[in-house]
């Protein structure tokens, strides 16, 4: 490329890349609403299967449409059983993030719309994906615990089905509907890193199962969805809440990054931090674990006093998942479990409307030399 055309933006920070109807993100004021719709309210009044139909259909289903939208999830919660047999031959200690993007690719064999792009079969394929990837990742978990899977309960809802197909325990409805929030709050998130994963690979006409893979892999990383993991992680470190001010101390000065710390949109406040705040609270003093929430508010107060810094979605989500009894290492498979949601209706868009994505890079290696056969270099 031509040095005097390259505008190289590293990070690609502040590039709009596509339009969407999905997402309203407002950095400035910390504010986000989907399809229209806030966040809050969202959270609070829907239940995840009606935030998946809005952002799958553009509008909140009414009361004949949301009862279809339940029964085509539950009706698609079934995982084919190569797909079992796959992960009890799989090392026990196999990241169950490796494990989901595997199976996400196993499900794509086995989708009979798998390579139909159409707007009828992706939407088929979001239902169908939404579904499976929750109950994959809950058999996952069972089969390296040397447990069998548990066959899905048809009349509990998406998330109070998932806690079940974990544990086997039918949670009580504060729990189901603190996890239902916590799904809902991960839907959408517009061109987050593993999002724009997906849009790139169905850019150039792959197929749902191909980029949900790959945005399986993109959210593994501790920048994105995995720091929730390892904000658990910093608070086992810290043990105490009294041991607080010491860690912030030494992090501090090793210039330590922090996970759950910093985002590169919102600069005054992520609001589903304040929403994960609030239930991780409750959450907490229900399982008599409220030390992970002390220890939260009090690191929080340290850094953003110390360094401005404000505490993202994966935060506060932390201590909630970990009272809610999840397993650290499956924080981030939930947290797909979520965002399947509105990387399928991603995926619809950009079908619908599709440009390739294919940016350029600017050429920084040497000027262009002469070649040398082997026998003569030095
Ligand atoms: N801890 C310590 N310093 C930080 C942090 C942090 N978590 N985040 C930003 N900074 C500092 C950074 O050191 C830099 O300082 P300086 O200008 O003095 O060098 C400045 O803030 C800008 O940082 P940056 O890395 O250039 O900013 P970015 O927009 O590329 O980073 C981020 C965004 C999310 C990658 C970053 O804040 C981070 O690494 N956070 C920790 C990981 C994390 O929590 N990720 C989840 C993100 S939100 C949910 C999701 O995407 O799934």
New binding site residues.
Partial sequence: MDRESSQLIR?L?GVVAAPTQLCDLDGTHGRLAYRGYDITDLARHASFEEVAHLLWHGDLPTGGELDRTTVALIAARDIPRELVETFRLTPKDTDPMRALQTAVAILGMRDPDATDNSHAANLRKAVRLTSQIATAICAHHRVRSGQSPIPAAPDLGHAANFLYMLTGRRPSTVTAKAFDASLTLYAEHEL??STFTTRVIVSTQSDMHSAVAGGVGALKG????G?GEAVMRTLMEIGEVAHVDAFAERALAEKR????????VYKAGDPRAAILRGMAEEACRQSGQFKWYEMAVKLHARINAA?G?IP???FYSAPLFYSLGIPVDLFTPVIAAGRIAGWTANILEQHDDNRLIRPRGEYVGPKRRAFVSVDKRA
Avoid at 222 to 225: A, S, V
């Fill in positions: 990070g920070e987050n890193a501790p920048l994105h969805g720091a990054r922090l996970m759950g710390f910093g985002h590169r360094k810094l993202n979605v994966d």
